[in-house]
């Protein structure tokens, strides 16, 4: 079973920066692609932006392009989600995923995190 526990959530003010942080248990990091994903109040869980397996290939939705940038380091067994120029709309619960299997732009992935809350003030 895969683990994953994300960190670094919390209170920004609008305009600033916040980098999460998703650590995924397991020898075999490297072969899951991996995502981070958002749901705010009321709202459906939404994409955010995806990583190929080897980290050279990201992708994101329109509403962050920009200002938000996936990373991850096999070494480490992590995938970060740098996020800059927050907005009050980014204010939200944020989830990694991971996936053993499927092309690195699948929409479905296998295991989730807790999820960490990130709340943007004006």
């Known amino acids: 079973q895969v683990q994953l526990v994300e960190s670094g959530g919390g209170l920004v003010q609008a305009g600033g920066p916040l980098r999460l942080s998703c650590v995924t248990s397991?020898?075999?990091?490297?072969?899951?692609?991996m995502g981070w994903f958002r749901q705010a109040p009321g709202k459906e869980r939404e994409f955010v932006a995806a990583?190929?397996?080897?980290?050279?290939?990201?992708y994101y939705s329109d509403s962050v392009e920009g200002r938000f940038t996936i990373s991850r380091d096999n070494g480490k067994n992590t995938v970060y989600l740098q996020m800059n120029s927050l907005k009050r709309e980014d204010t939200a619960v944020y989830y990694c995923?991971?996936?053993?299997?499927?092309?690195?732009?699948?929409?479905?992935?296998?295991?989730w995190g807790q999820g960490t809350q990130v709340t943007v003030s004006s």
């Open positions: 995923a991971a996936a053993p299997t499927g092309r690195w732009l699948d929409p479905w992935y296998d295991y």
């Open positions: 397991g020898r075999t990091f490297s072969s899951y692609r």
């Open positions: 990583i190929s397996r080897s980290g050279s290939s990201t």
